[in-house]
């Protein structure tokens, strides 16, 4: 069975390259909060442990832990990790949004 988030191996890398700067565990929390211009906006921790309820996905050594409130929002998504002339930042491809907003920090469903 295929994990129902994944960090690609971009994401990854950039995980640990920050987690190793900040002397913490490459474990990035993934979260849904209410706002933004979509209607839920995408929020990105570094954490030191997992929650027991967490669903946890693991790429390349690094990773990416989700509550099962959020996980009920991006389930089958995809976080990545971008750069380009506008700047560098994790990017969540979400089956589940029906609309987001051109930054890609929140969505709607």
Known sequence: MADPLTLTPAAAKRVAW???RQS?????RLSVE?????????????TDTPDNDDMVSETDGVQLVVDPIS?????GSV??????L???????ENPQAAAGCGCGSSFGI
Do not use: N, T
């Open 79 to 84: 976080v990545d990790f971008v750069e380009s």
């Open 18 to 20: 920050i987690a190793e």
């Open 86 to 92: 506008g700047g560098a930042a994790f990017r969540v």
């Open 34 to 46: 209410g706002g933004g211009c979509s209607g839920f906006q995408y929020k990105f921790d570094l």
């Open 71 to 75: 996980l009920d929002l991006v389930s």
């Open 24 to 28: 913490r565990p490459a474990i990035l």
